[in-house]
């Protein structure tokens, strides 16, 4: 069912950057490529290149560079015009820290029908990549409990390449756990303990802004405004006022082959002074970006250590992969939870649970604040894949994360 809190009045804008035309005047565009050591070979990656010259706002280009293996490659430039994505695998000995130079040939075809692409649902937002469903992310307040838990602000359902679902919502054993959601036990302003966001308590995410800023044949990224309330955080007049801003940034990219990236980026900005978050007030400190997996059969959870036996709790790795079978047939998938490396700690800490729970702890117990001017950035990307790690070489999608992070 729907549900929506009496108290919050939800304003949402939902929109979409249009592509800009009259590009096929610039019919050439030259873009520049770090290619660092330690960038991992034969693995085909996300790429983000710089535009040259003028700005060519979500032109899809056709490029073709020897380091990016035989063929074309498809090419698109992110809304701002001055950097662009593709899909390529490096050849052997191309990573050696050198930067090339790519010219790239403007399509007047650009695939935003075809393409991927956020769409406008009941509720929230589809992803779509071609034909197939990738995820959706969640606008408006929901409970499937009657009221008890209310969400809003995550994804659900994420779904393998095979079309089978990978998450949980409103899961029987944690029914405040949702999908892909981030999360916290503590919210404090000043001495005042504003809500529990982690189970959904005196708390409400208003999402007051979803963009669709770019879509095309590599990538498409949706973009969200989100402010935090609580019914013990009001005005003279009695109205919630907003405790923090949440700016989000998710980024879906083409499958390619058995495996697809979706980055996440998460800015989190004080709008009151004294504000702070926190984990649970436990060793395991529950606390930040969480992925709340359907426990598929057969199911296994590798770290950096190799594979688990056992859950772990506070457990120091920059990836974690969890795989099995969770489709009606026999066919394994799975998916990889990277960490960035700007992370606020660095390898996180994680809370890796057989019954579906997957968490990247930050801070854990002892709550941190959020400042007005600095915003707390968390990012992340997940790594949807055909059979286990070793097809999706986790750890060598961790080393690319790290060596050529995401340019804001």
């Known amino acids: 069912m729907s549900h929506r809190a009496p108290w919050v009045s939800v304003l949402v804008t939902v929109s979409v950057l249009c592509l800009v035309d009259g590009l096929a005047a610039a019919d050439r565009v030259v873009l520049s490529i770090d290619l660092p050591r330690g960038l991992p070979t034969g693995l085909r990656i996300p790429l983000q290149a710089r535009v040259e010259g003028a700005a060519t706002p979500g032109a899809v280009l056709v490029a073709r560079h020897e380091a990016l293996g035989e063929g074309n490659v498809v090419v698109q430039c992110q809304s701002d015009g001055r950097a662009a994505w593709l899909l390529a695998a490096i050849g052997k000995g191309q990573a050696d820290g050198k930067r090339i130079r790519v010219t790239g040939v403007v399509k007047t075809d650009r695939g935003g029908e075809t393409g991927v692409r956020f769409v406008a649902a009941p509720g929230g937002m589809e992803c779509r990549d071609g034909d197939r469903k990738v995820m959706f992310y969640h606008r408006e307040p929901r409970s499937l409990d009657n009221g008890t838990h209310v969400a809003a602000n995550y994804f659900h359902p994420l779904y393998g390449l095979g079309g089978e679902v990978l998450t949980q919502d409103?899961?029987?054993?944690?029914?405040?756990?949702?999908?892909?959601?981030?999360a916290w036990h503590q919210l404090l302003v000043g001495k005042v303990r504003a809500g529990d966001p982690w189970v959904n308590k005196d708390f409400l995410p208003v999402v007051r802004e979803v963009v669709v800023a770019e879509l095309g044949p590599v990538f498409a990224t949706l973009?969200?405004?989100?402010?935090?309330?609580?019914?013990?955080?009001?005005?003279?007049?009695?109205?919630?006022?907003?405790?923090?801003?949440?700016?989000?940034?998710?980024?879906?990219?083409?499958?390619?082959?058995d495996v697809r990236h979706i980055d996440f980026r998460i800015r989190l900005t004080a709008l009151l002074d004294e504000v702070k978050i926190g984990g649970s007030e436990n060793v395991k400190g529950y606390s930040g970006f969480t992925v709340r997996v359907k426990p598929p059969r057969q199911m296994a959870i590798h770290d950096r250590r190799g594979l688990l036996k056992q859950d772990a709790v506070g457990s120091q790795s920059p990836w974690a992969d969890i795989s099995g079978r969770f489709g009606d047939g026999e066919a394994v998938s799975g998916l990889s939870i990277l960490?960035?490396?700007?992370?606020?700690?660095?390898?996180?800490?994680?809370?890796?649970?057989?019954?579906?729970?997957?968490?990247?702890?930050?801070?854990?117990?002892?709550?941190?604040?959020?400042?007005?001017?600095?915003?707390?950035?968390?990012?992340?990307?997940?790594?949807?894949?055909?059979g286990d790690r070793s097809v999706a070489r986790s750890s060598d999608q961790q080393a690319a994360f790290e060596v050529s992070p995401v340019r804001d």
């Open 170 to 182: 409103f899961p029987k054993d944690h029914p405040h756990h949702h999908g892909i959601f981030w």
């Open 223 to 257: 973009s969200t405004r989100v402010e935090w309330t609580s019914k013990h955080i009001v005005d003279r007049n009695g109205r919630q006022r907003p405790i923090v801003e949440e700016k989000g940034r998710f980024r879906v990219f083409h499958s390619v082959g």
């Open 339 to 386: 960490c960035d490396k700007r992370l606020p700690e660095f390898p996180p800490k994680w809370l890796l649970r057989y019954y579906g729970m997957q968490n990247v702890a930050y801070p854990g117990r002892e709550a941190v604040p959020l400042q007005r001017n600095r915003p707390l950035v968390l990012r992340h990307r997940l790594v949807i894949h055909k």
